[in-house]
């Protein structure tokens, strides 16, 4: 069996209830965003109809849905809150929340949770702003354990979404001078082991298997290390150069045994087992895209992204730069999202924000200005198919696309969008 194929073999077992419809954790299924049952229709809409729109608060983490049910967490006055709604007609169904201050100092703009709950084992698992783990029964919403290793976060807070595999919730807490992998038993909460090192950055773990070993891959502030889920581990570690990105915030893709990473210039390594040691091959390096925040997506054998300077951009399996071209701008007639300039751009600062998934037949990008660009996953060339104004302020979640619904997160209100 290829390690490709045994690593998506991994993750179906973990999340044995699901079907492609469902986006349980940061990601999706395989946290690859991608999704397999999307209606690509053969003519796009003029518009796409608004199901239903609620308020659920601020904050910029991706829900996930499973099922008919969707977990929200976000941040209502002094608390972060875990909801979980109907998909289909947005009622709450239950709520849970708790104080704890949001993110303050530069990265107040941002108040709330930034991390996707993960879902498996009728379970829920969120990571707050301040590094607040918690773990609810998915059906009634009980409480059933609270963890909190540390009182520091990096500079801009936690931003890594929990990954839930063989009975273990794992997290990236910690900050400058105790950053730490840390697992725990998902149904007991007791703590089955803890990495400690290096300072987080804000990229999700990952999941990734090399010669039979099962690795959770953290993107720390200077570099990459693996962790063996098994016994917590340190087997691998890559540092970065100077002159990188600055955020580390594009999570790596895993394709097997090879790991695409962004520091600042998006690079391609292999990893292999040498002896006792895991030893890394460099096989690509991009010096055409740099890349501060937005994670790419993989999709026949090509990378599709955003730079830091807003340009769509596809690489090709060997590391060469395809095309990239600007990111569509809404229409005078479709407006910005408040707070939002041109590029993505957020009170005047740099560009870069966005997010990608892989939809099937198309790609679907959504930018800040809360524009959903549906274009072809194509080496040659960017041609779009359709655009559409989705929230009326700034979008830094990832779509949810399933079927022929989009949900949408804005600031502070959740949005079902379907294509009929």
């Given at each position: 069996?290829?390690?490709?194929?045994?690593?998506?073999?991994?993750?179906?077992?973990?999340?044995?209830?699901?079907?492609?419809?469902?986006?349980?954790?940061?990601?999706?299924?395989?946290?690859?965003?991608?999704?397999?049952?999307?209606?690509?229709?053969?003519?796009?809409?003029?518009?796409?109809?608004?199901?239903?729109?609620?308020?659920?608060?601020?904050?910029?983490?991706?829900?996930?849905?499973?099922?008919?049910?969707?977990?929200?967490?976000?941040?209502?006055?002094?608390?972060?809150?875990?909801?979980?709604?109907?998909?289909?007609?947005?009622?709450?169904?239950?709520?849970?929340?708790?104080?704890?201050?949001?993110?303050?100092?530069?990265?107040?703009?941002?108040?709330?949770?930034?991390?996707?709950?993960?879902?498996?084992?009728?379970?829920?698992?969120?990571?707050?702003?301040?590094?607040?783990?918690?773990?609810?029964?998915?059906?009634?919403?009980?409480?059933?354990?609270?963890?909190?290793e540390s009182q520091s976060w990096p500079s801009f807070y936690v931003s890594s979404s929990p990954l839930i595999v063989d009975g273990l919730a794992i997290a990236q807490t910690g900050g400058q001078n105790d950053g730490s992998v840390v697992a725990y038993d998902l149904n007991t909460g007791e703590r089955k082991w803890k990495w400690t090192g290096a300072t987080p950055s804000y990229a999700s773990v990952m999941l990734m298997e090399v010669d039979g070993r099962k690795l959770a891959i953290g993107q720390v502030f200077d570099g990459i290390v693996a962790i063996d889920i098994a016994d917590g581990?340190?087997?691998?570690?890559?540092?970065?150069?100077?002159?990188?990105?600055?955020?580390?915030?594009?999570?790596?893709?895993?394709?097997?045994?090879?790991?695409?990473?962004?520091?600042?210039?998006?690079?391609?390594?292999?990893?292999?087992?040498?002896?006792?040691?895991?030893?890394?091959?460099?096989?690509?390096?991009?010096?055409?895209?740099?890349?501060?925040?937005?994670?790419?997506?993989?999709?026949?054998?090509?990378?599709?992204?955003?730079?830091?300077?807003?340009?769509?951009?596809?690489?090709?399996?060997?590391?060469?730069?395809?095309?990239?071209?600007?990111?569509?701008?809404?229409?005078?007639?479709?407006?910005?999202?408040?707070?939002?300039?041109?590029?993505?751009?957020?009170?005047?600062?740099?560009?870069?924000?966005?997010?990608?998934?892989?939809?099937?037949?198309?790609?679907?990008?959504?930018?800040?200005?809360?524009?959903?660009?549906?274009?072809?996953?194509?080496?040659?060339?960017?041609?779009?198919?359709?655009?559409?104004?989705?929230?009326?302020?700034?979008?830094?979640?990832?779509?949810?696309?399933?079927?022929?619904?989009?949900?949408?997160?804005?600031?502070?209100?959740?949005?079902?969008?379907?294509?009929?």
């Amino acid at each position: 069996m290829s390690v490709r194929r045994w690593q998506l073999v991994v993750l179906a077992l973990a999340f044995m209830s699901l079907t492609g419809a469902d986006w349980p954790q940061w990601g999706g299924i395989n946290r690859d965003n991608k999704v397999s049952d999307f209606a690509v229709p053969e003519t796009w809409p003029t518009e796409l109809k608004q199901q239903w729109k609620v308020p659920v608060g601020d904050g910029v983490a991706t829900p996930a849905l499973v099922g008919n049910k969707l977990y929200v967490f976000t941040r209502e006055g002094a608390n972060e809150v875990v909801r979980c709604l109907d998909a289909e007609t947005g009622k709450e169904l239950w709520k849970d929340e708790y104080e704890s201050r949001g993110a303050d100092g530069p990265a107040s703009g941002f108040a709330g949770p930034r991390s996707t709950p993960a879902v498996a084992d009728g379970k829920v698992v969120t990571l707050g702003a301040r590094g607040i783990l918690n773990c609810y029964d998915a059906e009634t919403g009980k409480k059933l354990w609270t963890k909190q290793e540390s009182q520091s976060w990096p500079s801009f807070y936690v931003s890594s979404s929990p990954l839930i595999v063989d009975g273990l919730a794992i997290a990236q807490t910690g900050g400058q001078n105790d950053g730490s992998v840390v697992a725990y038993d998902l149904n007991t909460g007791e703590r089955k082991w803890k990495w400690t090192g290096a300072t987080p950055s804000y990229a999700s773990v990952m999941l990734m298997e090399v010669d039979g070993r099962k690795l959770a891959i953290g993107q720390v502030f200077d570099g990459i290390v693996a962790i063996d889920i098994a016994d917590g581990k340190h087997v691998w570690e890559t540092y970065f150069g100077s002159g990188g990105s600055r955020y580390k915030a594009a999570t790596p893709v895993i394709d097997g045994d090879k790991l695409i990473f962004s520091d600042g210039l998006p690079t391609a390594i292999q990893i292999s087992k040498e002896g006792e040691k895991l030893v890394e091959k460099e096989l690509w390096k991009n010096d055409a895209s740099r890349v501060e925040y937005a994670t790419p997506v993989l999709k026949n054998g090509n990378l599709f992204g955003l730079t830091r300077d807003s340009q769509l951009y596809c690489v090709k399996p060997d590391g060469k730069t395809a095309w990239s071209a600007p990111v569509p701008q809404p229409s005078p007639s479709q407006g910005a999202a408040p707070g939002i300039g041109q590029g993505g751009r957020r009170g005047g600062g740099q560009g870069g924000y966005g997010t990608i998934v892989d939809a099937g037949k198309v790609l679907i990008g959504l930018t800040p200005t809360a524009q959903l660009v549906v274009y072809e996953p194509s080496d040659t060339e960017f041609k779009q198919l359709a655009t559409y104004k989705v929230a009326e302020s700034p979008t830094y979640a990832f779509p949810i696309v399933t079927d022929k619904r989009i949900f949408v997160k804005d600031k502070d209100s959740l949005t079902l969008w379907t294509l009929e």
